[in-house]
């Protein structure tokens, strides 16, 4: 990424970043229509300091950077699990409640001209629902299930254990089959050439949504789960 400063434009800023997107709106700084103006000008016109802006832009990147620099593929079972859910579970508790308003705006906003974005509000719901459920039934019951038989694979756990792999890989297929509608319906999360900086936000974070989702659910599928099929 090219080094954020100051005199970055805001909109390019969020381009770069796309949940940057949260923190000026927080702070009323406009990103979309008035955001080709840069970083500096536009904090002070919310008598902000530009550079504590700026600081608050790079906790943001440095956050992103930090979940993205590991390889954990090689990691142990109890590390794995932590990794996933300190990378992918708290990460979708963070973003997902964060995205809703804005695709709620873009369906409201765009929606009688681009009837497509009512359906990316149905879906966006129905996987915002289902990945908090989904991360939550982990975390609180397969997931020590499964670093229980890890550490002792006993025929009693090896037959709790086998139900809930299954259960979830099936989740993670329908996860994986509304996000590949989402990707369909959005021509591969490109906007039309009018959109609003708000629409193009909305695609740049599905896009981002997409990609962690793949991972998180690769680490699960191929690794974590493979590591109990082998002890099964």
Excluded: W
């Excluded at 909109?11 to 000026?24: E, G």
């Excluded at 009512?118 to 719901?125: S, T």
């Excluded at 129905?126 to 038989?149: G, M, S, W």
């Amino acid at each position: 990424m090219t080094s954020l400063t100051i005199d970055t434009q805001v909109s390019d800023i969020v381009t770069a970043l796309p949940q940057s997107a949260d923190l000026f709106r927080n702070l009323r700084i406009d990103y979309c229509c008035g955001g080709k103006i840069p970083l500096k000008e536009a904090a002070e016109q919310r008598n902000l300091e530009p550079e504590e802006v700026l600081k608050s832009v790079k906790l943001i990147e440095e956050k992103r950077d930090t979940r993205n620099s590991l390889e954990p593929s090689s990691f142990g079972a109890k590390t794995l699990v932590a990794y996933i859910q300190e990378k992918y579970h708290a990460g979708l508790r963070e973003e997902l409640p964060l995205l809703a308003p804005y695709v709620t705006k873009v369906a409201r906003v765009h929606g009688e001209n681009h009837p497509h974005l009512l359906r990316i509000q149905e879906i966006y719901k129905i996987l915002r629902a289902e990945l908090i459920e989904h991360t939550e039934d982990e975390d609180q019951n397969v997931f020590p299930l499964i670093l229980e038989f890890l550490e002792n694979p006993t025929h009693e756990l090896k037959e709790k254990v086998k139900p809930h792999v299954f259960e979830l890989e099936e989740e993670h297929d329908n996860a994986g089959r509304l996000l590949h509608e989402l990707r369909e319906i959005t021509n591969g999360f490109t906007p039309p050439e009018s959109a609003c900086g708000t629409y193009r936000l909305v695609y740049a974070r599905l896009e981002q949504l997409e990609k962690e989702t793949f991972e998180h659910v690769h680490l699960e599928n191929n690794v974590l789960f493979d590591r109990v099929r082998e002890a099964i």
